[in-house]
């Protein structure tokens, strides 16, 4: 069956899709995959040269650090995502939430490992920085996943446009 011609449904939790359906996820998540770590790049380049700017080399690696946190918590999380396809969809749920579970704990275990750190060790880094460059990077992944979700068709749920215009 082609996947124009298949019509929404609602699905199960056990329900398992369809090689060609896992497919055109895997596409759709891909191409959200790319435009998240372009747009994240752009905002976040952007972002430590007014960094470097403003607050000098320590604030550019600060927000390099906050940007480089944001582009592998959503990495991750995409990539897994990406391939849990062709599990039920219970199961794609659960390996979602097994996901974030796991990036927030990491990110958890990231603060405690900075608030440990010594005074003359965390004085080399800008907290501004660090915010400024997680910030922008954040906002640009999700300006660039809704931009290409938008435009994005997806042929599983989206029905077939048809070439007759109605009158």
């Keep these: ?16 899709p369809s090689a060609s359906q896992a497919a055109a996820m ?15 790049h752009v905002l976040g380049i952007l972002t430590i040269i007014v960094l470097a700017i403003t607050l000098g080399t320590p604030g550019a690696i600060s927000g390099a650090l906050g940007v480089v946190v944001v582009l592998m918590y959503r990495l991750i999380g995409q ?41 003359e060790v ?13 910030l922008a990077a954040e906002l640009g992944w999700l300006a660039a996943l809704m931009i290409t979700g938008l435009r994005t068709r997806m042929p ?8 007759e215009t109605p009158a």
């Design 1 to 16: 069956m082609n996947l124009t011609d298949e019509q929404p449904q609602a699905v199960s939790a056990g329900h398992v």
């Design 26 to 40: 895997r596409r759709h998540g891909s191409r959200l995959l790319a435009a998240g770590f372009i747009g994240a």
């Design 79 to 119: 990539m897994i995502s990406n391939s849990s396809t062709r599990l039920a969809v219970g199961q794609q749920m659960a390996t979602a939430m097994g996901s974030l579970i796991l990036r927030v704990t990491v990110l958890l275990v990231l603060v405690a490992v900075w608030l440990s750190l010594p005074a």
């Design 122 to 134: 965390a004085a080399r880094f800008e907290v501004i920085g660090i915010a400024s460059g997680v």
């Design 156 to 163: 599983i749920y989206d029905p077939a446009e048809s070439a």
